[in-house]
């Protein structure tokens, strides 16, 4: 592993937001994914505010059709705010939604091609800068936040990052797995990355969940790329090409993840979220138990 010198700092993240979302149809019809509550924000939103604490100022929205959902909600919604001022209605609740101006960034990725397809959509607007990628449907929760934990990894060892956590083994097949190296704390080496490998070939139980710290070459490999798993273009490929000319790591996120891309977990982190809020966690809790009885 390296030693600590100075980094390039991470100043810009991708979000690729340009999923179909099928497995939330009808909700996701009309409305993008992102743009479900967990409570009361939006999936993207909790992205974004974890962005912030990380330092992230420009935040690259890859977007598709039926994606300007989420652009408005980064947007000042004029009437609104006049009304509810008028009101005498308090706006800080509207706060984190407010961006600096000229610090929300789309692009559009035609067709859903992949994932790997999508981060490289941002090409041009990410240039030569390391950059940070947000998959919003992972619900990341912890203090800090799991890109200001690996933001701090990122000035200790530099190159390429990327989360995981360690699930079952039955379950790898769904996940990008790691082949780890060495490790030391939250750190360890990757040696290799493998998307959905069958149980059995798995090289660990270490799944990639859903935050990236990448070098821009990752952009030069994509573009070479075919497509991999599922007929798409992976992002998972592209980063195993990069290991062994670049260093790269994983962090073990500390604090909890929930698959906000499937519907048992977007509960499972609504009822969590619910139960840990003060304004409603006693309702919540006495609901629960109400329901259970039953
Ligand atoms: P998912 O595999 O979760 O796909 O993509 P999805 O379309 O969002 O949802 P399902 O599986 O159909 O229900 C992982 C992330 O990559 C983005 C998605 O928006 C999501 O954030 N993505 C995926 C793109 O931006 N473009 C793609 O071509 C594929």
């Known amino acids: 592993m390296n030693s600590s010198t100075t980094r390039k700092p991470i100043r810009k993240a991708v979000f690729p937001v340009a999923g179909m979302g099928t497995r939330f149809l009808p909700a996701t019809k009309a409305i993008p994914k992102e743009m479900l509550p967990i409570i009361d924000r939006p999936l993207i939103q909790y992205a974004v505010d974890e962005a912030r604490e990380a330092g992230i100022e420009q935040m690259i929205f890859v977007t598709g ?27 800080d609740i509207l706060e984190p939604t407010r961006a600096v ?14 994932l790997g397809h999508a981060i490289w959509c941002a090409r041009a ?11 919003p449907d992972e619900l990341m929760i912890g203090s800090p936040g799991c890109m200001k934990q690996m933001v701090d990894a990122y000035q200790e060892v530099g190159g390429n990052l990327i989360s995981v956590l360690e699930v079952p083994q039955a379950e790898v097949s769904s996940y990008g797995v790691i082949d780890p190296g060495e490790s030391r704390g939250a750190l360890t080496e990757v040696k290799g ?13 270490k799944i990639i ?20 798993a599922g007929g798409e273009i992976q992002l998972t490929d592209a980063m195993a090409r990069m290991i062994g000319s670049q260093p790269f790591h994983a962090v073990t996120f500390d604090g909890r993840r929930y698959d906000c891309g499937s519907k048992v977990g977007f509960v499972e982190a609504t009822l969590a979220l619910a139960l840990e809020r003060e304004d409603m966690s006693a309702d919540v809790r006495a609901m629960a138990e109400r329901l259970l009885k039953a």
Request: aromatic share 6%.
């Open 209 to 228: 969940s859903g935050r990236y710290i990448l070098q821009p070459e990752v952009m030069r490999t994509l573009e070479n790329q075919g497509k991999g």
């Open 125 to 135: 607007i990410v240039g030569d800068d390391p950059f940070a990628i947000f998959l």
């Open 65 to 91: 059709r039926g994606k300007t959902a989420i652009v408005e909600h980064f947007d000042i919604a004029f009437e609104l705010e006049t009304t509810m001022s008028e009101r005498g209605k308090a706006l």
């Open 193 to 205: 990355l493998v998307e959905k490998p069958p149980v059995d070939q798995a090289p660990s139980n």
């Open 101 to 114: 101006p000229g610090d929300i960034i789309t692009v559009r990725q035609q067709v859903p091609l992949g």
